[in-house]
C-alpha cells in the first residue's frame, strides 16, 4: 500500500540525504498515514479511510459526511 492519504491526497515527497561527507544517497518524506474508522450515519455504516494527520484535523472541521461527499465527488471509492 502506497503512503497516500485518501482525503488530502497528500504523497511522498522525494529528494537526498546529505552525510557529512556530502555524499548524497535517495530519501523519501513519508505523510503521517493512519488508518481511521468513522461511523457514517447517513448511511448506517462504518467506513476504514486511509488519512494523514491532516486529514483527521480536515474531517474534525468538516464533518465526515461532507469528506465523503468530497472523495465520492472526485472519483474515489469508499
Not at 488530502?8 to 522525494?14: D, L, N, Q, V, W
Not at 513519508?30 to 479511510?49: C, H, V
Request: proline share 4%; with cysteine; glycine share 10%.
Amino acid at each position: 500500500m502506497s503512503a497516500h492519504c485518501q482525503v488530502t491526497g497528500r504523497k511522498p515527497g522525494f529528494g537526498k540525504s546529505v552525510s557529512h561527507s556530502h555524499v548524497r544517497t535517495n530519501r523519501r518524506w513519508d505523510p503521517n498515514i493512519q488508518r481511521k474508522t468513522y461511523f457514517l450515519p447517513s448511511e448506517g455504516r462504518r467506513i476504514t479511510l486511509r488519512v494523514s494527520a491532516k486529514g483527521i484535523k480536515t474531517i474534525d472541521r468538516d464533518g465526515i459526511e461532507a469528506v465523503v461527499a468530497r472523495i465520492r465527488a472526485r472519483g474515489g471509492k469508499i
